[in-house]
């Protein structure tokens, strides 16, 4: 039987950090990771270059039923904090986009900057370690694959179930409810939209367009690049917007979100040109031709009557468009929804019913927009955790 002051399932962002900050305080801590090396999700993030945050971070960019919950943990820990952790290893970065950044050298960096910290802080990890069973009496006593661990402290930091070829598994969710600990539905995040119908034929014609466009959902929009695929829909603006969206519910695409069309097309309206060529000087040529093919009759713009103009530029501002489903899990980057987070304390992270008990990262009902906001929940969470178990 080992013994241990903090067990920590789940060797991820969240999982690393909560173990380094629990070490720091001089506590024991064994950090159990199921795959072969720790941080794998780290390792292919921001296509390799790790997207380890973003500097306009703000409760504001996070889905949860309990809005509230992150602010505490967000405030502990910030992206100025990890930033520095970064600087401390002479971690080269660089900002892509709206406060986005990215290591300019490989995503390895920041997992050997974390196991450092691990043995600097005394944190022992255990890889392919596979934990079959838990109980509670005076202790946790976690039976693995080759040994028992008793603990007072256990923390669940193993994620969500996107990207399972990554070794993602529905864990955390199956703890939580051994311990009859609430949970928010699950759905995937930051995932691709998939179309059936003459939308999907449409859309696979023109795959590999992409276009700047404003995508809404109820109260929320993005304003990013959308990409015509095979299956439907992807690009930022969709990935973000996917977060947001309930089964059967439609999406509002602007594609020309800084123009009155309306007021364009007028203005030219006595000139011969082909209404499709005409378009595609604002869009790129083959969406604006199979756009025209689907919405509209062909001719020079001088042909149409004032009333089809408005149609034609109203469609192109609200083209609403419903979504058959997405592309699931596998190409989810996150999980929405998870661990209740009314079920847990905000300061600390530890279940209210359970003492002793932690939930943190992607495996609560914290979920974060794309562009760094996942990472940072994944170390706010860890280190409010850390300072207590």
């Not at 970065?93 to 691990?118: A, I, P, T, W």
């Not at 040994?147 to 955390?172: C, H, N, R, W, Y």
């Not at 998939?194 to 023109?206: C, P, V």
Request: charged share 25%; net charge neutral; glycine share 10%.
């Amino acid at each position: 039987m080992i013994k241990a002051d903090a067990v920590i399932i789940g060797a991820g962002a969240a999982g690393l950090m909560c173990a380094i900050e629990a070490g720091k305080r001089g506590r024991s801590v064994l950090l159990l990771e199921h795959c072969e090396k720790p941080g794998k999700k780290i390792l292919i993030s921001g296509g390799g270059r790790c997207n380890f945050t973003n500097k306009n971070v703000s409760p504001e960019n996070f889905i949860s039923h309990n809005p509230h919950f992150c602010k505490s943990a967000l405030s502990g820990y910030t992206p100025d904090d990890f930033i520095s952790l970064i600087e401390k290893y002479n971690i080269k970065y660089h900002e892509k986009k709206s406060g986005q950044l990215f290591c300019d050298d490989s995503s390895r960096l920041v997992v050997s900057m974390l196991e450092n910290e691990c043995k600097n802080s005394g944190v022992r990890i255990i890889v392919n370690c596979k934990v079959k069973n838990i109980i509670r009496n005076d202790f946790f006593e976690i039976d693995t694959e080759s040994e028992s661990i008793q603990t007072g402290s256990l923390v669940i930091a193993t994620g969500g179930i996107s990207i399972p070829k990554m070794g993602a598994t529905d864990f955390g969710y199956n703890i939580a409810r051994q311990f009859n600990i609430g949970l928010r539905e699950i759905h995937p995040g930051l995932v691709p939209l998939t179309f059936s119908g003459e939308e999907r034929k449409m859309f696979s014609e023109i795959s590999g367009v992409s276009v700047d466009a404003e995508v809404s959902c109820k109260s929320i929009s993005f304003r990013e690049n959308i990409l015509f695929t095979h299956k439907g829909l992807s690009g930022p603006a969709i990935l973000q917007i996917s977060s947001y969206i309930n089964k059967g519910e439609s999406i509002s695409v602007n594609l020309l979100p800084e123009t009155d069309f309306y007021e364009i097309l007028k203005n030219n309206s006595d000139r011969k040109t082909q209404l499709s060529n005409f378009l595609s000087v604002y869009l790129p040529k083959r969406f604006a031709q199979a756009f025209m093919n689907k919405y509209s009759s062909s001719g020079p713009l001088i042909t149409f009557p004032d009333k089809e103009l408005k149609l034609i530029s109203d469609k192109l501002h609200n083209w609403k468009l419903t979504p058959s489903g997405t592309e699931g899990f596998d190409k989810a980057e996150v999980t929405v929804g998870g661990v209740d987070t009314d079920e847990l304390s905000s300061k600390t992270m530890e279940s209210k019913k359970v003492k002793g008990l932690y939930f943190i990262g992607e495996v609560t009902d914290v979920t974060g927009w794309l562009g760094g906001y996942n990472f940072q929940w994944a170390w706010s969470s860890g280190f409010a955790a850390g300072k207590y178990v």
